[in-house]
T-cell receptor
């Protein structure tokens, strides 16, 4: 069974440009997360979806970040415009709805974003 | 003060040694405690999780939770070079949101 798939793996863009990341969760997983991991730090939650509904986006910088999860499956995270401080690894994870407090979240390999 | 504190290391030990990794936390509401392993340029993978206090063992790995001290540990016995990775502790209180520590970079030397 395929795991969480993310693309692209790497992205280098100039500041002020837009960028988008794509995530395909594990089949049947209703809960989808986007995390950001800065160098030498642990991941931090940006947004959590239950099916197509964003149920926790309190940490998402809404002035420049947006996300969507159409049909409750794939998800896209967008940054527009990107800033130098957005350089990080963006991780997507998924879990079964109702799994114990996210304990069984499976992560993708991440998209490494470099803003120059 | 961060909710979860973890010594970033780096930690370097010889093959076969017992490794102890630790995290402290401040939020007494945390009930689920997890350890993830992250290889370079990979996503985190779940190693173990524990609910509330107590110990849990899985092969060479043992997780311990002491809620009274707000302290969790991961022990690796007979460490192998393939255990070299960054180890992340994570915690949750049932809101499907994981709060991660900074991660400890571990190197096992052959």
């Amino acid at each position: 069974e395929a795991g969480v798939v993310q693309s692209p793996r790497y992205k280098i863009i100039e500041k002020k440009q837009p960028v988008a990341f794509w995530c395909n969760p594990i089949s049947g997983h209703n809960t989808l997360y986007w995390y950001r991991q800065n160098l030498g730090q642990g991941p931090e939650l940006l947004i959590r979806y239950e099916n197509e509904e964003a149920v926790d986006d309190s940490q998402l910088p809404k002035d420049r970040f947006s996300a969507e999860r159409l049909k409750g499956v794939d998800s896209t995270l967008k940054i527009q415009p990107a800033e130098l401080g957005d350089s990080a690894v963006y991780l997507c994870a998924s879990s079964l709805e109702g799994s114990r407090a996210g304990t069984e979240a499976f992560f993708g390999q991440g998209t490494r974003l470099t803003v120059v | 003060q961060k909710e979860v504190e973890q010594d970033p290391g780096p930690l370097s030990v010889p093959e076969g040694a017992i490794v102890s990794l630790n995290c402290t936390y401040s939020n007494s509401a945390f009930q689920y405690f997890m350890w993830y392993r992250q290889y370079s340029r990979k996503g985190p993978e779940l190693l173990m999780y524990t609910y509330s206090s107590g110990n849990k063992e899985d092969g060479r790995f043992t997780a311990q939770v002491d809620k009274s001290s707000k302290y969790i540990s991961l022990f690796i016995r007979d460490s192998q070079p393939s255990d070299s990775a960054t180890y992340l502790c994570a915690m949750s209180w049932g809101a499907q949101k994981l709060v991660f520590g900074q991660g400890t970079r571990l190197t096992i030397n052959p």
